[in-house]
């Protein structure tokens, strides 16, 4: 079954307690976390993840798209992430490695990323010890983007390493995941798609989420 991720950075903010109850169909809220020099974007924060805890019963999968996210990580567990993923490119391998360490000593679910630059094989250092690995299928900033259409054959090649070695591991894509390329990403090895533009700005949410898990 392919699990449905919105991200609510494609919500109202004003009103995200009613834009989080709208997707109560899907399997987790993602959280897209910036910090202005990671990406050229900043978002939300440790208090807003700790806001939101209470509105839902979904997971909050927490996308730490910062630098060196191990000053960060047991914050945003403690404000009630579930699943925290953090970009390889974001530190040195020994920190993404603590990091994850410090995530797991929480009690919490930990992942990688990777930005459309980087390959396949970065996240091999790290696969033993992940809950999740999240393929970037545009560049990480902003909303609303166009689906890289070039990463299926990474995520193909995730998706082989993933069955290899640790086949309890889930395979998330992130951008610009929509009615017209959800079923490349599903067909390349996905089994969780993050959508932000495509299922706020559907005029039936729930149903929008139904035809995504394809
Ligand atoms: C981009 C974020 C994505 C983004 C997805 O940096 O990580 O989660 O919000 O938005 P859409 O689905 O609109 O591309
Ligand atoms: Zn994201």
Redesign the pocket.
């Known amino acids: 079954m392919i699990k449905i ?1 919105p ?4 919500a109202d903010f004003a009103n995200l307690q009613r834009d989080i109850e709208k997707i109560s169909a899907a399997d987790y809220v ?1 959280v ?1 976390v ?1 910090d202005g020099i990671f ?1 050229p ?1 900043i978002t939300i924060g440790i208090p807003v993840v700790q806001s939101i805890r209470p509105t839902t019963d979904l997971p909050l999968d927490v ?1 730490l ?1 910062i630098d060196r996210p191990v000053r960060y990580v047991e914050q945003f567990c403690d404000a009630g992430a579930d699943i925290v993923t953090c970009h390889v490119e974001a530190d040195s391998e020994e920190n993404i490695h603590e990091a994850l360490r410090l995530i797991h000593a929480k009690g919490k679910k930990a992942g990688v990323v990777v930005k459309p630059k980087t390959p396949a094989e970065a996240v091999l250092p790290f696969i033993h010890e992940v809950e999740l690995i999240l393929v ?10 166009s ?1 890289m259409a070039d990463m299926m054959p990474k995520v193909s090649a995730i998706r082989g390493y993933i069955n290899e070695m640790n086949p309890a591991c889930e395979l998330e894509v ?5 009615p017209k390329t959800y079923r490349t990403c599903i067909e390349a090895g996905a089994d969780v798609l ?8 559907a005029a039936d949410i729930p149903a929008r989420i139904a035809e995504l898990r394809g």
């Open positions: 991720a991200s609510i950075l494609s993602h897209d910036m990406v974007n996308h798209m970037m299928t545009v560049e990480p900033g902003f909303g609303g983007q689906f992130d951008g610009g995941v929509g993050v959508a932000g533009s495509a299922v706020y700005g």
